[in-house]
């Protein structure tokens, strides 16, 4: 059974700092991509950042280019987000979740090729 388990959330000020991490167990970790996606209140969930299951290839979203960095763990089967320079519109719920399939070769952005999604982890940006 895979669980995910997301933390680091907090309340932040902007031009702060946050590192999310999502702890990963009951898969081969090292196989398989992991997202991040968030969804704020009353939007729809969208995607953040990505990275290959060897994390050697990132993806991430224009909104935060430049100012988020997704990295992994796989001997911790740990995926991470470090976000800087961090802004009110960045205030969301932030869920990890994990690739539906293992070796996947291009990282997917759309959130219906992950699966087994974490419960969540609430940031907040005040301004």
């Known amino acids: 059974q895979v669980q995910l388990v997301e933390s680091g959330g907090g309340l932040v000020q902007a031009g702060g700092s946050l590192r999310l991490s999502c702890a990963a167990s009951?898969?081969?970790?090292?196989?398989?991509?992991m997202g991040w996606f968030r969804q704020a209140p009353g939007k729809e969930r969208e995607f953040a950042a990505a990275i290959s299951w060897s994390g050697g290839s990132t993806r991430y979203a224009d909104s935060v280019k430049g100012r988020f960095i997704i990295s992994r763990d796989n001997a911790k089967n740990t995926v991470y987000l470090q976000m800087n320079s961090l802004k009110p519109e960045d205030t969301s719920v932030y869920y990890c979740a994990v690739d539906s399939m293992s070796l996947r070769k291009v990282v997917s952005t759309t959130a219906n090729y992950y699966e087994h999604w974490g419960q969540g982890t609430q940031v907040t940006v005040s301004s």
């Open positions: 009951g898969r081969t970790f090292s196989r398989y991509a």
